[in-house]
């Protein structure tokens, strides 16, 4: 397979892992505070939650795939998964490579989480908070701020992924400290 092709395939991947996950991340954000999602029971919600952090998976296995098996760059199967321990970049792909060793813990707790209690599934779920925004700079620093022409509109789409997960994670922290919500606020003047 031409190299360009695999090239392209690896950085197409990459950025709809970011859009998957920042999707991901806002699901997981509302679902925690009990936001309901206009239409959607909870539990729908925390389903979709799961079925889009699978897809997420798979497209990141695609993604890692590639970079394998990419000639351009010399990413071997163990600095997938051994931090800092690549021969290209080790600092960016090592910050894929703790990426991707959050994101397996929280998958597989995930899946066995019912064999789990809730706190330590609760305390591994907490890595996700770590796991995206390192995933961010590993795919800004390797694919989306490169300089590429193809580039200019994946750093975009990267800045509104940034955008939009810290605007949930802001909206979770200032509910976390003020208890009242614009959503209650019209809902106790539409009572009245």
Do not use: E, K
């Amino acid at each position: 397979m031409d190299s360009a092709v695999i090239w392209y395939a690896g950085q197409a991947t990459g950025i709809v892992c970011l859009v998957l996950f920042s999707i991901v991340m806002v699901l997981g954000i509302s679902v925690r505070r009990q936001v309901r999602i206009p239409g959607m029971p909870r539990l729908a919600a925390v389903a979709l939650h799961r079925s889009i952090s699978l897809l997420a998976v798979a497209f990141l296995t695609v993604h890692i795939l590639t970079a394998v098996v990419d000639s351009y760059v010399d990413i071997s199967p163990l600095a997938v998964l051994v931090p800092f321990s690549s021969s290209y970049s080790p600092l960016w792909v090592g910050l894929g490579a703790v990426a991707l060793d959050l994101i397996l813990a929280v998958t597989v707790t995930s899946l066995l989480r019912a064999r789990l209690g809730r706190r330590t599934w609760r305390a591994v779920h907490w890595l996700a908070y770590a796991c995206w925004p390192v995933a961010v700079v590993h795919g800004v620093t390797l694919g989306s701020g490169t300089g590429h022409p193809m580039n200019g509109w994946a750093l975009g789409a990267t800045l509104g992924c940034v955008a939009v997960v810290l605007a949930a994670a802001a909206q979770r922290f200032l509910a976390g400290r003020n208890p009242v919500t614009p959503a209650d606020l019209l809902a106790a003047g539409a009572r009245r």
